[in-house]
């Protein structure tokens, strides 16, 4: 697959495909990642791509036409059929939050261009005429969508073959709805004491059942607590069993 970003600081995208483990992903081909920088296709001495906003304010706003010629640019390199394009990502408040069954979708497709937007944001008749997706972190701002385009890759990445070191890594992540949906698990590792803490005794234990159930209990249990709507998704789903729900009037009855 493939992803092409649109950024003003194209920089900020070297150390990424560079380290850690999710550079497998790239180093092997599985994702190609290319940067276009909008102010390439900017006119005049100083490559303007931006001005003020019109009504005034604080702050400047990204200019249409830069974007515009940049991602013309873009589909004109992928030399894609109207009907097969990736769809324009844009990053902003605006998009549906990023879940974990979004990540997965896009970790089975062909890539995306992605958008990311600076200043006080992108003149609106470029996202009107040219976005297909929006696509929102959380309920706050940051200074670009930069780091936005770096979380949607990042977890693209870990999910292709051989990325990461256990392949079963993934499938027991927080959130995923091919299990239950639920957050992960406490884990430890070694030294079996450390400042007069120690490991729960199940994990030590050796018995591979009390272990899976003490991992399931936590798991319903730091749920519940922490993200009771997750519970609620999962009962609707029919992921909990008979066991899980007396469990969790167990919890509910400490809560």
């Known amino acids: 697959m493939r992803f092409d970003v649109i950024t003003l600081f194209p920089e900020l995208f ?9 550079r497998r992903a790239y180093a092997s ?18 490559r303007r791509v931006d001005d003020r906003p019109f009504g ?3 702050g400047m706003v990204m200019m249409a036409e ?50 990311c937007g600076r200043y006080e944001g992108i003149d609106q008749r470029f996202i009107d005429t040219c976005v297909d997706v929006q696509i929102s972190l959380g309920d706050f701002v940051l200074s670009g969508g930069e780091i936005a385009a770096l979380a949607l890759l990042d977890a693209v990445a870990r ?14 992540d927080s959130f ?6 639920l957050l992960d698990c406490p884990h430890y590792t070694r030294p079996e004491q450390w400042r007069g803490l120690g490991v729960p005794a199940e994990l030590l234990s050796g018995h591979h059942a009390q272990i899976e159930a003490w991992r399931r209990a936590q798991r319903l249990q730091l749920t519940a607590r922490a993200r009771p709507a997750l519970i609620a998704a999962a009962r609707a789903a029919g992921q ?3 066991q899980d729900e007396q469990l969790l009037k167990n919890v509910a009855s400490k809560l």
């Open 29 to 46: 081909g599985q994702i190609e990642l290319k940067l276009w920088n909008p102010r390439d296709w900017a006119v005049g001495n100083y």
């Open 240 to 242: 909990l069993s008979g």
């Open 159 to 172: 999910l292709q073959p051989g990325v990461l070191g256990d392949e079963g890594s993934h499938q027991q």
């Open 176 to 181: 995923n709805p091919a299990i239950d949906g």
């Open 56 to 58: 005034g304010g604080p």
């Open 14 to 22: 070297a150390p990424f495909v560079e380290a850690g483990i999710t």
């Open 66 to 115: 830069p974007l515009a010629r940049c991602l013309q640019a873009v589909r004109a390199e992928r030399a894609e059929a109207p009907a097969q394009q990736v769809p324009a990502v844009l990053f902003s408040p605006v998009g549906e939050p990023l879940r974990h069954a979004g990540v997965q979708a896009w970790a089975q497709g062909r890539g995306a261009i992605l958008v």
